[in-house]
């Protein structure tokens, strides 16, 4: 039995939960509203203040699903309540990051700027060498936040370029000298 997949989800007070035909569901809270399909062959189940997710069966396809609709489904409540963020660090010399209005403005070390618009549900802070991307939606803010790392990775021997706050960069030695 999937250990996560059995683990009731708690809906807290000032959210709804809504489960329309072909497992459309619905959540609302104070911070937004999300709306996704779950397989059709996950049973979602309501019932004094919590969810559960059931499988019919025991197929691997079933078995696989039935962790990952509870985990969607959790982090659909957990980003209409409190929301998801993500933090990167620039470190460089001459790498920074500017906002304007919803356009963030990226210099690092290329002939031209790096602009990229804000997606609709997400958006980005910048604090001096800090950008926190921010938003209801769990995967859209991981998805931003992976597009703007991709701009310049963190290179491994003098860590330059766009890191996550909790990412550790493996350093290499450089060379050296002749003899």
Do not use: W
């Amino acid at each position: 039995m999937s250990r996560i997949g059995k683990m009731p989800i708690a809906v807290p007070a000032g959210v709804t939960v809504e489960v329309a035909e072909n497992n459309k569901v619905t959540v609302k809270g104070p911070k937004g509203t999300l709306e996704r399909v779950f397989p059709a062959d996950m049973k979602i189940e309501q019932e004094n203040g919590e969810i559960t997710v059931s499988r019919p069966n025991d197929l691997k396809k079933n078995r696989s699903l039935h962790g990952l609709s509870r985990t969607l489904l959790n982090n659909m409540i957990v980003g209409v309540t409190e929301g998801f963020e993500k933090k990167l660090e620039i470190n460089g010399v001459g790498y920074r990051a500017a906002k304007q209005g919803k356009k963030l403005t990226l210099n690092l070390g290329y002939s031209h700027p790096v602009e990229m618009e804000d997606p609709e549900g997400v958006e980005t802070v910048v604090e001096g060498n800090i950008i926190t991307v921010k938003g209801i939606d769990k995967e859209k803010v991981g998805q931003l936040a992976a597009v703007i790392r991709d701009k310049r990775r963190p290179e491994p021997y003098k860590g330059k370029g766009i890191k996550y706050a909790d990412e550790t960069i493996r350093r290499k030695v450089g060379k050296t000298g002749k003899k």
